[in-house]
């Protein structure tokens, strides 16, 4: 694999994300990825989806913050309908995620699994995802340029696969990963413009990660702030050659 695109030469006059659109707003990635968005872009506006959209933080831009369920097929069909047809979209970034449920963690063994388990894992990890880009690709403006990235993980990644365990969340970004480079396939065909990539975040602060920090190395666990500055700046070197690739947190591609 090739280095960092974090390497790449700015683009000349390239304008700045005018509309930007964060699904799962109100987790601990996706609330800081809107902070930069706010810091860096004071003029933009920031549709926010999220599912209690009482936890979002108050920003110093404008906002539009719409509830949705990546559960339901049903909300979140409702949820890009209230997105005005005048917003042109420039950036959209999906930071939800699902691993465990208290008193059900990761599998450690095939003995463990559980077909509820395993159902979550897909609806939120890879279902979801799926039926927002669904919805929304249709809303795009196909003359204009859009970056979409997704929240993936090198778990998910097969070739990289060593230790085995953690079936469910394995094989559902697994999953979500073949879903992107479909869509990836298909938007180069009807919408060139648009560039959607998987983003591994590293192993970040999070309620996601809480219950697994003890074994995470020292000066390796990254703090909400420190991923969403990094995946900020990833989203800003992606080009079109790049629609269908993973890329972690340091802009380094990775194999599915």
Not at 85 to 101: C, Q, S, Y
Not at 143 to 150: A, P
Not at 157 to 180: F, P, Q, T, V
Request: net charge neutral; proline share 6%.
């Amino acid at each position: 694999m090739s280095g960092s695109i974090l390497e790449r030469e700015a683009i000349e006059n390239e304008a700045a994300p005018q509309c930007v659109l964060v699904a799962g707003a109100s987790g601990g990635i996706g609330s800081a990825f809107c902070r930069q968005l706010a810091e860096r872009f004071p003029s933009a506006t920031l549709v926010r989806l999220a599912r209690d959209l009482s936890s979002l933080q108050p920003l110093a831009v404008s906002t539009m913050d719409i509830g949705f369920d990546f559960g339901e097929e049903s909300r979140i069909r409702e949820a890009i309908a209230e997105i005005p047809e005048h917003l042109t979209i420039d950036w959209v970034f999906v930071a939800t995620g699902w691993l465990h449920k208290d008193g059900n963690g990761p599998e450690k063994t095939y003995r463990s699994l559980d077909a509820d388990h395993l159902m979550q894992a897909y609806r939120i990890n890879a279902i979801g995802p799926a039926l927002l880009l669904k919805h929304l690709i249709p809303k795009l403006n196909p003359s204009h340029d859009c970056k979409v990235g997704i929240i993936s993980a090198r778990v998910g990644s097969i070739s990289d696969n060593r230790i085995g365990g953690w079936h469910s969340y394995r094989a559902s970004k697994a999953a979500l990963n073949m879903l992107i480079k479909n869509f990836a396939i298909e938007l180069a065909r009807k919408k060139p413009r648009h560039i959607l990539v998987g983003l591994q975040p590293g192993t970040t602060d999070t309620a996601l990660s809480a219950p697994f920090q003890r074994n995470v190395p020292e000066g390796q666990l990254q703090t909400p702030d420190y991923t969403a500055e990094q995946l900020f700046k990833v989203m800003r070197k992606l080009r079109p050659e790049d629609s269908g690739d993973l890329f972690d947190f340091l802009g380094i591609p990775f194999a599915p």
